[in-house]
């Protein structure tokens, strides 16, 4: 009777510490950080958004110091003050050497003609507009990513074609060096960077230089009152 008496008590007991092992181990388990989860995040807090890569400067392009510009006009005694940021642009690299020989030449060709253009241009800015609405600035249009660079197809092909033409006593133009620059909407910064590519063609040789760019301008009336205010 005793050993059968005993036997459920030692049964219940043995239930007991293995159940509660049971619930243990599983705490452990809960308790415990996912691995697959702490490393996703991890990946994701030290993943860094892609930014958009700048465009490229060309050898071409000089870009030169800002010119400054100070108009008066006497009968008022307007000021106004202006900085041009202008940019030359060689039909290659060699090119750039001679515009780089030309560069102070050319910068003051470009303020004699600013100053005449510009006096004009203050003076009928001046008369249409009201104080405090007259200066203004202007920044030329995004440059251009370079085209991705040529593949070994590409360039066999280009050299089979130069074979062929040569053969045939033909010709084949070398395709002109890339250009960062597109056009601007603005009809009168286009009209001005003729007019400083004309000049420019007159000091250096026409073929030495592609494009007249105004990159930058800022415009400043320094005693004009601004709107709302006396």
């Keep these: 009777m005793t050993d059968q008496g005993r036997s459920p008590k030692v049964f ?37 958004p892609e930014t958009p890569p700048e465009p490229v400067i060309p050898e071409t392009v000089l870009m030169p110091d800002s010119i400054a510009l100070t108009v008066v006009l006497p009968k008022t005694g307007t000021i106004r003050q202006m900085v041009f940021y202008i940019w030359l642009e060689a039909s290659s690299v060699a090119e750039r050497k001679t515009l780089e020989q030309f560069e102070p030449k050319l910068l003051n060709a470009f303020l004699r003609e600013l100053q005449r253009l510009m006096y004009r241009d203050t003076q009928n800015r001046f008369d249409k507009l009201e104080e405090g609405k007259r200066n203004y600035k202007y920044y030329g249009p995004e440059l251009l990513m370079p085209p991705p660079p040529k593949t070994e197809e590409e360039l066999e092909a280009e050299k089979e074609a130069a074979e062929a033409a040569e053969e045939n006593g033909e010709e084949i133009k ?44 800022y415009d400043n009336w320094p005693g004009d009152k601004k709107p709302g205010r006396r």
């Design 174 to 217: 070398a395709e002109p060096p890339f250009s960062p620059f597109q056009p601007t909407n603005n009809r009168y910064f286009t009209a001005l960077q003729n007019r400083l590519l004309a000049i420019a063609r007159g000091i250096v040789p026409p073929e030495a230089i592609r494009s007249v760019q105004v990159r930058q301008f």
């Design 12 to 48: 219940r007991n043995c239930l007991i510490q293995l159940l509660a092992v049971t619930l243990f181990g599983g705490f452990l388990v809960l308790g415990m950080p996912d691995a697959h989860a702490s490393g996703g995040g991890d990946e994701a807090e030290t993943e860094t």
